[in-house]
């Protein structure tokens, strides 16, 4: 399989995907309707690669659009990262993220199914776990969601089984990713939120930067060793090494797959602030609030099943990761938003 189509591809983890799947040699075709993302990610790409990404910029639930791709490009198989992904955002919007979440996703899968693709890598999330899963989680975990972005995550993954289940040429390969941070070692990629970050990697690195006076910390009264919320924390460039060993696996494994993508490693609030503070220079400051609902207490990975089956394994530590986030942010304080290429990169005709 050489040519991939990538969904949500100039997004923070599609990017850094993107970069990696052209530097093990596939033809690269993005779609995004950069409605969360930035054109300039693209300019980026071409930066690091040397190599142009085709881009649409377009709704996956544009039929016609789609049809042309698919027509055009002889599509083997899809990555499919596109959808809206912030959980506080959802439970006030819930319409909204089940009509986009859902709706792209079958009308990218009736597409698929009438030009005879039928490979697919889903970006799905560690959101699906239940709470009380016993730790560290594996992929037979009781799955469940807390709000309306997990469930649609929950829903997409039921549709790929039942088309699988439906229709046994249907290779399928769900990764559920835990907490990704860092950046592009080159400093020019990385994750730029729209408005206040919702994770704690871009929150803490913007307090670094200036752009926001201090963390907030919700809640320090945790069973963990200092009282803040665990998290199994990878590398973005891992993350995105996972997806081309899910892309090369999936002659080797056909059929339906889950896997974990995480490092297995937990990490407290109070220790990402530590790391970032020696790799950054700069001093966090932070507020304890009180704690969010629906937050558990600690969640890592269990990997074994994706470093047996891929053969993939995370690489890079909480340092690198630190020092990559804060060479991103440094480098563009305020994101992508300054680049002319937001302005001036065309999409492919």
């Given at each position: 399989m050489k040519n991939i189509l990538v969904t949500g591809g100039a997004g923070y983890i599609g990017s850094h995907t993107v970069v990696t799947l052209i530097q093990n040699g596939y033809q690269v075709i993005v779609i995004d309707n950069l409605s969360n993302s930035k054109a300039a990610a693209l300019e980026r790409i071409e930066a690091i690669t040397g190599i142009r990404?085709?881009?649409?910029?377009?709704?996956?639930?544009?039929?016609?659009?789609?049809?042309?791709?698919?027509?055009?490009?002889?599509?083997?198989?899809?990555?499919?990262?596109?959808?809206?992904?912030?959980?506080?955002?959802?439970?006030?919007?819930?319409?909204?993220?089940?009509?986009?979440?859902?709706?792209?996703?079958?009308?990218?899968?009736?597409?698929?199914?009438?030009?005879?693709?039928?490979?697919?890598?889903?970006?799905?999330?560690?959101?699906?776990?239940?709470?009380?899963?016993?730790?560290?989680?594996?992929?037979?975990?009781?799955?469940?969601?807390?709000?309306?972005?997990?469930r649609t995550k929950l829903y997409i993954e039921q549709i790929l089984k039942d088309l699988h289940q439906a229709d046994k040429r249907w290779n399928t390969q769900i990764l559920r990713y835990f907490n990704p941070v860092g950046a592009h070692e080159s400093g020019t990629m990385g994750e730029d939120p729209n408005g206040i970050p919702n994770n704690l990697m871009?929150?803490?690195?913007?307090?670094?930067?200036?752009?926001?006076?201090?963390?907030?910390?919700?809640?320090?009264?945790?069973?963990?060793?200092?009282g803040t919320g665990v998290r199994d924390y990878i590398h973005v460039v891992d993350l995105a090494r996972g997806h081309v060993k899910s892309l090369q696996a999936i002659e080797k494994y056909p059929g339906l797959r889950v896997y974990n993508l995480g490092t297995g490693r937990g990490y407290s609030v109070l220790d990402m602030v530590e790391a970032f503070q020696k790799a950054s220079g700069k001093k966090i400051p932070?507020?304890?609030?009180?704690?969010?609902?629906?937050?558990?207490?600690?969640?890592?990975?269990?990997?074994?099943?994706?470093?047996?089956?891929l053969g993939w394994t995370a690489e890079f530590d909480l340092m690198r990761m630190c020092q990559d986030s804060w060479r991103w942010q440094?480098?563009?304080?305020?994101?992508?938003?300054?680049?002319?290429?937001?302005?001036?990169?065309?999409?492919?005709?």
């Open positions: 990404p085709l881009f649409f910029q377009a709704d996956l639930r544009n039929c016609n659009i789609l049809n042309e791709i698919f027509l055009k490009h002889q599509i083997e198989a899809v990555i499919h990262f596109a959808g809206f992904k912030a959980v506080g955002e959802s439970v006030d919007k819930p319409l909204l993220y089940y009509q986009n979440n859902l709706e792209s996703t079958l009308s990218l899968c009736e597409t698929m199914n009438r030009f005879d693709c039928r490979n697919i890598i889903f970006s799905s999330s560690a959101t699906v776990y239940g709470e009380g899963s016993s730790e560290p989680v594996t992929e037979e975990a009781p799955i469940s969601a807390s709000n309306p972005y997990g871009p929150f803490i690195a913007q307090v670094a930067v200036g752009k926001l006076p201090k963390l907030r910390i919700f809640g320090n009264d945790y069973p963990t060793h200092d932070y507020e304890i609030v009180e704690r969010r609902p629906g937050d558990v207490a600690t969640l890592t990975a269990s990997p074994q099943k994706a470093e047996k089956e440094s480098q563009n304080p305020n994101g992508y938003d300054t680049d002319e290429s937001n302005k001036s990169y065309q999409p492919s005709k």
